[in-house]
């Protein structure tokens, strides 16, 4: 502390390595997955069951993509399956009574912005915590789904333009995979480059400075719960058109995966730093883990077990390299009340 | 009790009117009176400190300047115009800008979108990086303040250099009169230097500079005049060439006040 030492300017690399260290990381944690299961099966490495990986990645990517936001905020958003879920048996139930599917993709993209913006409202505005609210929202949001089905799967019927989304390919890509890269691209980009990311980084990273110096803080944190709800709707409606059904059981678990795949992307929990890349390859573990252990002949039900610990383990590593990382600055900062 | 009590060697300093003058301050929370009638001017140019233990309302105070909190009675006036402030933001317009002890910065965004924050350039939806990197270079360069890349993260700087971003941002606002509160308290000896000679570049410039801190030794190095106060009370005001530190101990603790000045509490 009582040294005074101006950076060197030449640790540009030492800063690369630590600042992207995370999602190095997890880009070796993938690659090493890859490479393990295109050894251990046949299968793995087949151009046929890579683009299965994708499309089933597809709604779990695009959802991530919209809770890295959330997470840069520093908030969490637990009602994502239930939102989902909810979208995919209204969806269902829509189209079955003869809705036009184009209406009907419309609609569910409204309804999950304006419900998402409903829990953004309760965590900026009324200060409630953002676990509270979409833990709330979880419960509410699976209920009314199996309220309105009660319980049943509800065919979409021949409806190929609807189906195309979740079954079709475009230039030999799935089309839901086109879907979640197009708008991981999005995300990327509205996080590094636009003014509203800028918004999202900086009220996640010290809110009381952004609401200081004028940023919509609130507005900010209420948008982004409005985000997950449009991207929960496009998951929604991307499994309907693959399964051909709506369901009140889909997307179980659903919010843990994304919330897994953006953590293990380097996305810190406690807000202000994240990366879409760590997200995109985040998710795209999780998904290569689940199909390869089920390529290797394992038990389902060990599957569950696997992924945990593995996540448990990457996150166990990054969360070493994060404070390895921050031991120094912290010890210079001055922080007092 | 209400009435500042003056002390031999207070004097007005100016003949100009003040460019912020305080008159009859009282703020209270709850049943504490934070402060009990402050009066207080601020000349331009000048850089006026602020001393007294904790508690004795220094925060309160430059928080009434700064527009954060308002006053239960007393009145504001800026070049001899009353005023009212309706927040920071108001406060800001009318060019006051402060510093915080905890510098709000965010230390996950660079130098250059620190120093941007919350009226970044944009083309459109996006933030137009160039500009704002060579605009922060000459905010830096025009104050002197060296920080050799700009797009560090700021939690990457130490110290010294993280307050002298939140000092330029702060200056960047062209303001009349810069708070600052305790800019110098969790620094290293050679970041103090750095950051007093930053206030007196910055005092150079035409700006008013309120100073507030605990360490006395800073005060005779930027300071014109100094203000000390005592239980919500203003005790004293002195030039700087006409106290010393013993006398600046004294008049914090108390030991040169009369009786009658610590009957109320």
Known sequence: MNVYTERDSGSIVADFLSEHAQVLSIAFFFALCVVFFSYTTDTFLTSRNLLNVIRQAAPILVVAVAMTLVIITGGIDLSVGSMVALVNAVAAIALSSGVPWQLVIVGMLIFGGAIGLLQGWFVAYQGIPAFIVTLAGLSILRGIALYLTQGYSIPVGKIPGFLFIGRGTLFGMPFPAIVAIIIALIGYV???????????????????????????????????????????????????????????????????????????????????????????????????????????????????????????????????????????????????? | MNSTLTVAGDEAINEQSPRLSLRAIRKSFGSVQALRGVDLDVFSGECLGIVGDNAAGKSTLTKIMSGTYLPDSGSLAIDGEPVQFSGPADARRRRIEMVYQDLSLCNHIDVVGNLFLGRELTRGPFLDRARMRNEARQMLDALDIRIPRLTV?????????????????????????LIMDEPTSALAVAEVEAVLSLINRVKASGVSVILITHRLQDLFRVCDRIAVMYEGTKVAERKIDQTNLQDLVGLIVGEAIPDTGMADS
């Open chain 1, 190 to 337: 509205v996080i590094a480059t636009t003014r509203y990311g800028r918004q999202v980084i900086a009220v996640g990273s010290n809110a009381e400075a952004a609401r200081r110096v004028g940023m919509p803080s609130r507005w900010t944190i209420s948008s982004v719960y409005m985000v997950t709800g449009v991207a929960s709707a496009i998951a929604g409606l991307l499994i309907a058109a693959r399964l051909g059904s709506g369901s009140s059981n889909a997307a179980v678990g659903f919010e843990l995966q994304v919330i897994a795949a953006v953590v293990l992307g380097g996305t810190s929990l406690m807000g202000g730093r994240g990366s879409m890349i760590g997200t995109l390859l985040g998710a795209l573990t999780i998904a290569v883990i689940g199909n390869g252990l089920i390529l290797m002949h394992i038990s389902p039900f060990f599957t569950q077990i696997v992924t945990g610990t593995i996540i448990l383990l990457a996150i166990w590593l990054n969360t070493r390299i994060f404070t390895a990382r921050f031991r120094v600055p912290w010890a210079r900062k001055p922080e007092h009340s």
């Open chain 2, 153 to 177: 993260k700021v939690e990457q700087l130490s110290g010294g250099q993280r307050q002298a971003i939140a000092i330029a941002r702060a200056a960047s606002f062209k303001p009349d009169l």
